[in-house]
């Protein structure tokens, strides 16, 4: 098995356009790279966002993606802890096309794609990585609210929670869905959320103790629930102008209860920083609370240090995900291969509720 001299790659040949079918080939692989055929992609707001505003793209033509699980075809010569035919999945890197995942063949570092566990399909891998890696920086660096991650050596890294609450807006969503489970895996005593009505069991299954109608509850409502726990952070997977101010109240409301007022909220591209009027509503209440914002870019070389024990965490035979510990967003697959991927993009654009869109290369 290899990588083809040819494939097909979905292009995008400037701003705002459709994309573009075009046939292209693999740069030779670096000593430490793999070759995979991508079997899924997911798709991402990131996606459509970059293609709509014309951000993170070093010019044009460009190729996007970076969300997917396929199969390893080729190695580099110092790669010995994988094998050709090896399923993976990982995170792609943003703006390196051989790296992009709206393709049939990309190449990776060996060090960010793991294996999938045998139990799990290619569809329901493919939008593991993007997300869950938001979730970590967000939990587990600094520029977040900075605790130790379950994977840790540290005795406290899987109890950092005990004892605490912790809050996360939107449930159901993609991001959401993963942060309810790394909250649990960090050993949070109360995990408290919200999430449409249809979705609220799933959410519960996931790990949430707490899963509250999204429509109609509010800090009161939070802060009932939350009763007399300590409230570590709270965390914003929708990052709205509406759920950041939501999240900074319902801070300022149990802040008797809480040591840290801090709110940490997902870069959402357009606009690119958080929500002016939650962070003077955090700056000017009797309750200040920081506004924290994180970008889950995995494959930046300075957060190797989370990104690379997360994946060996999750992956494998005896990770996470193989024992049950680490679920996967529930896929919506749209038929008919790259050709049908900004029908992709718009239907993630329109919003979708407790799903991953994932698109596979290969469909006609």
């Keep these: 098995m290899s990588s083809p001299s040819n494939f097909k790659s979905a292009v995008l040949l400037s701003p705002k356009a459709q994309h573009t079918i075009e046939t292209h080939s693999l740069p030779p692989l670096k000593p430490d790279e793999v070759g995979i055929k991508i079997e899924a992609t997911a798709v991402n707001p990131v996606d459509w966002k970059?293609?709509?505003?014309?951000?993170?793209?070093?010019?044009?033509?460009?190729?996007?993606?970076?969300?997917?699980?396929?199969?390893?075809?080729?190695?580099?010569?110092?790669?010995?802890?994988?094998?050709?035919?090896?399923?993976?999945?990982?995170?792609?890197?943003?703006?390196?096309?051989?790296?992009?995942?709206?393709?049939?063949?990309?190449?990776?570092?060996?060090?960010?794609?793991?294996?999938?566990?045998?139990?799990?399909?290619?569809?329901?891998?493919?939008?593991?990585?993007?997300?869950?890696?938001?979730?970590?920086?967000?939990?587990?660096?600094?520029?977040?609210?900075?605790?130790a991650p379950p994977w840790s050596k540290s005795p406290s890294g899987s109890s950092v929670g005990r004892g605490k609450a912790i809050v996360i807006l939107g449930g159901a969503s993609s991001v959401g869905q993963y942060a309810v489970q790394l909250a649990r895996l960090s050993g949070f005593e109360k995990v408290v959320t919200n999430s449409g009505t249809e979705n609220i069991e799933m959410?519960?299954?996931?790990?949430?103790?707490?899963?509250?109608?999204?429509?109609?509850?509010?800090?009161?409502?939070?802060?009932?629930?939350?009763?007399?726990?300590?409230?570590?952070?709270?965390?914003?997977?929708?990052?709205?102008?509406?759920?950041?101010?939501?999240?900074?109240?319902?801070?300022?409301?149990?802040?008797?209860?809480?040591?840290?007022?801090?709110?940490?909220?997902?870069?959402?591209?357009?606009?690119?920083?958080?929500?002016?009027?939650?962070?003077?509503?955090?700056?000017?209440?009797?309750?200040?609370?920081?506004?924290?914002?994180?970008?889950?870019?995995?494959?930046?070389?300075?957060?190797?240090?989370?990104?690379?024990?997360l994946m060996k965490a999750l992956g494998g035979e005896e990770g996470w995900i193989a024992k049950g510990a680490f679920v996967p967003n529930r896929v919506r697959v749209v038929e008919g291969g790259l050709e049908k991927l900004d029908e992709a993009l718009e239907l993630n654009k329109s919003g979708v509720s407790g799903v991953k869109v994932v698109v596979r290369p290969w469909d006609e």
């Design 50 to 147: 970059m293609r709509d505003y014309d951000l993170f793209l070093p010019g044009y033509p460009a190729i996007l993606g970076s969300d997917a699980s396929g199969t390893i075809t080729s190695l580099g010569s110092s790669v010995s802890n994988f094998s050709i035919g090896d399923r993976v999945f990982f995170q792609g890197i943003l703006g390196t096309p051989q790296s992009s995942t709206f393709q049939q063949y990309c190449t990776m570092p060996s060090s960010l794609i793991a294996p999938i566990p045998s139990t799990t399909s290619f569809e329901a891998a493919a939008g593991i990585s993007l997300a869950t890696m938001a979730v970590a920086i967000a939990f587990y660096h600094t520029i977040g609210y900075g605790m």
């Design 203 to 309: 959410v519960k299954k996931l790990g949430a103790d707490v899963v509250l109608d999204r429509k109609v509850s509010g800090v009161k409502e939070f802060a009932d629930v939350i009763g007399e726990t300590e409230v570590a952070f709270v965390f914003d997977a929708i990052s709205s102008p509406a759920t950041q101010r939501l999240g900074v109240e319902i801070l300022q409301a149990v802040s008797r209860r809480s040591r840290d007022a801090c709110l940490v909220t997902l870069h959402t591209v357009h606009p690119d920083h958080p929500d002016e009027e939650a962070v003077k509503l955090g700056r000017e209440g009797d309750v200040k609370v920081e506004v924290r914002q994180v970008l889950g870019l995995g494959s930046q070389k300075d957060l190797s240090y989370l990104s690379e024990p």
